[in-house]
Nanobody, 115 residues
Protein backbone atom coordinates (compact mmCIF):
# COMPACT_ATOMS: atom_id res chain seq x y z
CA UNK A 1 0.00 0.00 0.00
CA UNK A 2 0.88 3.65 -0.41
CA UNK A 3 -0.34 6.56 1.68
CA UNK A 4 -0.30 9.94 -0.01
CA UNK A 5 -0.54 13.30 1.71
CA UNK A 6 -1.06 16.46 -0.35
CA UNK A 7 -0.38 20.01 0.75
CA UNK A 8 0.04 23.46 -0.73
CA UNK A 9 -3.42 24.37 -1.96
CA UNK A 10 -5.09 27.68 -1.25
CA UNK A 11 -6.59 30.84 -2.67
CA UNK A 12 -4.60 32.73 -5.29
CA UNK A 13 -5.33 35.56 -7.70
CA UNK A 14 -5.37 34.97 -11.46
CA UNK A 15 -1.83 34.99 -12.79
CA UNK A 16 -0.44 33.81 -9.49
CA UNK A 17 1.47 30.66 -8.55
CA UNK A 18 1.17 27.76 -6.15
CA UNK A 19 3.22 24.65 -5.53
CA UNK A 20 1.48 21.46 -4.49
CA UNK A 21 3.33 18.67 -2.69
CA UNK A 22 2.49 14.98 -2.43
CA UNK A 23 4.41 12.99 0.15
CA UNK A 24 4.39 9.21 -0.32
CA UNK A 25 4.78 6.66 2.48
CA UNK A 26 7.38 4.66 0.57
CA UNK A 27 10.11 5.15 -2.01
CA UNK A 28 8.71 6.68 -5.19
CA UNK A 29 11.20 4.55 -7.14
CA UNK A 30 8.93 1.61 -6.35
CA UNK A 31 5.86 3.41 -7.73
CA UNK A 32 5.31 2.94 -11.46
CA UNK A 33 3.45 6.20 -12.01
CA UNK A 34 2.67 9.18 -9.84
CA UNK A 35 0.41 11.91 -11.00
CA UNK A 36 -1.84 14.82 -10.28
CA UNK A 37 -5.53 14.89 -11.13
CA UNK A 38 -8.09 17.59 -10.53
CA UNK A 39 -11.83 17.74 -10.19
CA UNK A 40 -13.85 20.91 -10.53
CA UNK A 41 -17.43 21.16 -9.22
CA UNK A 42 -19.83 19.33 -11.51
CA UNK A 43 -17.03 17.95 -13.67
CA UNK A 44 -15.24 14.65 -13.99
CA UNK A 45 -11.81 14.12 -12.51
CA UNK A 46 -9.15 14.86 -15.12
CA UNK A 47 -5.48 14.02 -15.44
CA UNK A 48 -3.13 16.97 -15.07
CA UNK A 49 0.38 15.52 -15.08
CA UNK A 50 2.30 12.30 -14.50
CA UNK A 51 5.83 11.18 -13.75
CA UNK A 52 7.06 7.61 -14.03
CA UNK A 53 9.56 5.81 -11.82
CA UNK A 54 12.07 6.34 -14.63
CA UNK A 55 11.46 10.08 -14.63
CA UNK A 56 9.38 10.44 -17.80
CA UNK A 57 6.91 13.29 -17.44
CA UNK A 58 3.71 14.23 -19.21
CA UNK A 59 1.33 17.17 -18.89
CA UNK A 60 -2.22 17.71 -20.10
CA UNK A 61 -2.55 20.14 -22.99
CA UNK A 62 -4.60 22.49 -20.83
CA UNK A 63 -1.67 23.07 -18.46
CA UNK A 64 1.38 22.73 -20.73
CA UNK A 65 3.72 25.65 -20.35
CA UNK A 66 2.12 26.67 -17.05
CA UNK A 67 2.34 23.61 -14.76
CA UNK A 68 5.37 21.44 -14.10
CA UNK A 69 5.49 18.10 -12.32
CA UNK A 70 8.73 17.17 -10.56
CA UNK A 71 9.98 14.97 -7.76
CA UNK A 72 12.45 14.80 -4.89
CA UNK A 73 13.43 11.15 -4.55
CA UNK A 74 15.16 11.65 -1.21
CA UNK A 75 11.95 13.08 0.25
CA UNK A 76 9.60 10.63 -1.52
CA UNK A 77 7.70 13.67 -2.70
CA UNK A 78 6.18 14.74 -6.00
CA UNK A 79 5.43 18.39 -6.71
CA UNK A 80 3.18 20.32 -9.04
CA UNK A 81 4.39 23.83 -9.71
CA UNK A 82 1.49 25.87 -11.05
CA UNK A 83 2.16 29.25 -12.67
CA UNK A 84 -0.05 31.70 -14.54
CA UNK A 85 -3.09 30.30 -12.79
CA UNK A 86 -6.51 30.90 -14.30
CA UNK A 87 -9.97 30.78 -12.73
CA UNK A 88 -10.63 27.59 -14.69
CA UNK A 89 -7.83 25.90 -12.77
CA UNK A 90 -10.02 26.03 -9.67
CA UNK A 91 -10.53 22.46 -8.46
CA UNK A 92 -9.64 19.91 -5.85
CA UNK A 93 -6.25 18.50 -6.79
CA UNK A 94 -5.53 14.87 -6.03
CA UNK A 95 -2.26 12.97 -5.94
CA UNK A 96 -2.34 9.48 -7.45
CA UNK A 97 0.04 6.54 -7.28
CA UNK A 98 -0.10 3.41 -9.43
CA UNK A 99 1.75 0.30 -8.34
CA UNK A 100 1.55 -3.39 -9.08
CA UNK A 101 -0.91 -3.65 -6.20
CA UNK A 102 -3.33 -0.96 -7.33
CA UNK A 103 -4.27 2.71 -7.50
CA UNK A 104 -3.98 5.00 -4.49
CA UNK A 105 -5.30 8.51 -3.89
CA UNK A 106 -4.54 11.29 -1.49
CA UNK A 107 -7.23 13.23 0.30
CA UNK A 108 -7.08 16.17 -2.10
CA UNK A 109 -6.20 19.82 -1.70
CA UNK A 110 -8.37 22.73 -2.79
CA UNK A 111 -7.01 25.27 -5.25
CA UNK A 112 -9.11 28.38 -5.82
CA UNK A 113 -8.14 30.98 -8.39
CA UNK A 114 -10.15 34.13 -7.91
CA UNK A 115 -9.75 37.88 -7.63
Amino acid sequence: QVQLVESGGGLVQPGGSLRLSCAASRSIFSINFMGWYRQAPGKERELVATITSGGTISHADSVKGRFTISRDIAKNTVYLQMNSLKPEDTAVYYCNARTGEGFYWGQGTQVTVSS
